[in-house]
């Protein structure tokens, strides 16, 4: 056995034991004879197939056959919030604070931000233009540049955003990498209409109260537009999983249950602050983490619950023949 097919055998434990045995050996030697000659490791691509495609086994045996499509749905809602909020920062990180004003920059912009929230401006530009893997593609990057900016900031001694405005910008774009491979046509630049919007509208608000930069920046800014954030996406959510059950379509429970993390993190200061009774003033870096873990548990706990509750499909009964006449019994 050559080391790449081990390798796919390894990621063929993706799929459910019984469908490995009746067709694992078919996958694993369609792979093989795809495969260049001479290459040892399977392609990103081909690895991604085979999870994709053995977890969605797991969802079909497990009956939740509408919990992919409730992906795709959390994913386009979590896209559409991400880039809005990235376009929201974006104008935000055009204010730095004076000369002399004593708070530190990065460069013309409040912080090292403005390169990851661009990214996610991008990201939709992409999604209006292709859907499907570049769109996939993009979303990754802009979350990889997320991610980087907490290390980055002290190596290069640079500001960037609070870790209360990244963390619900990572959970969406973690869901955002679910989005469909197709779109209707009007459907895809909504990311890029939801930026326009949040543009205009914000060069015609006084973004910041008067005198405050810097530092005090999110804290005027992301502390109320984030709890907004998470009620409209809440809401939104919601009225579509109502509108979809009255046709037995329950893609959009998933696609609620999905998105109570991300949800939960925008509301992560109002929920901090609750702790202690104190509700929407700013709370301490405790509060805050003890309350991001806590939501980081419940949220997929519910989701896992919500699955392992789910009936299972039951298997036709299957008449055995009479051994005598061969006629079903």
Not at 45 to 70: C, E, I, K, N, S
Not at 169 to 174: D, K, S, T
Not at 184 to 195: D, G, Q, S, W
Not at 246 to 253: C, I, K, N, P
């Amino acid at each position: 056995m050559s080391d790449l097919e081990r390798r796919y055998l390894h990621l063929l434990r993706a799929y459910p034991a019984d469908y490995r045995r009746a067709r694992g050996a078919e996958i694993v030697g369609t792979y093989l004879d795809l495969a260049a000659p001479g290459r040892r490791w399977p392609s990103p691509a081909d690895a991604a197939d085979l999870v994709r495609g053995g977890l969605r086994q797991r969802l079909r045996a497990t009956g939740a056959t509408d919990l992919a499509p409730g992906v795709r749905l959390a994913a386009l809602l979590a896209f559409l919030t991400a880039t809005s909020l990235a376009a929201a920062w974006s104008l935000l990180e055009l204010r730095p604070a004076p000369a002399g004003f004593g708070e530190p920059a990065a460069g013309p912009f409040v912080s090292l931000g403005i390169g990851a929230w661009t990214a996610w401006l991008f990201a939709a530009v992409v999604h209006a233009l292709t859907p499907g893997r570049w769109a996939r593609c993009a979303v990754a990057l802009a979350l990889l540049l997320t991610l980087a900016l907490v290390p980055a900031a002290p190596l290069v001694g640079l500001p960037r955003p609070p870790l209360f405005v990244l963390l619900p910008q990572v959970a969406l774009g973690l869901v955002a990498l679910g989005l469909p491979d197709a779109l209707p046509a009007p459907l895809r630049p909504a990311p890029l209409i939801a930026v326009g919007v949040v543009v205009a509208a914000g060069t015609n608000l006084q973004l910041l109260p008067p005198g405050t930069f810097g530092g005090s920046y999110y804290v005027w800014t992301a502390v109320p537009l984030l709890p907004d954030a998470a009620v409209a996406l809440l809401a939104v959510a919601l009225l579509l999983a109502a509108g979809l059950a009255l046709r037995a379509d329950h893609r959009g429970v998933w696609a609620t249950l999905i998105l109570l993390t991300p949800i939960g993190l925008l509301a992560l200061q109002p929920l901090a602050g609750a702790l202690d009774g104190v509700g929407m003033t700013v709370a301490v870096w405790s509060e805050l983490a003890v309350t991001a873990v806590l939501i980081g548990v419940v949220g997929p706990a519910l989701l896992a619950l919500a699955l392992a509750l789910r009936p299972r499909p039951t298997r036709p009964h299957r008449p055995t023949p009479c051994p005598t006449c061969g006629a079903p019994r």
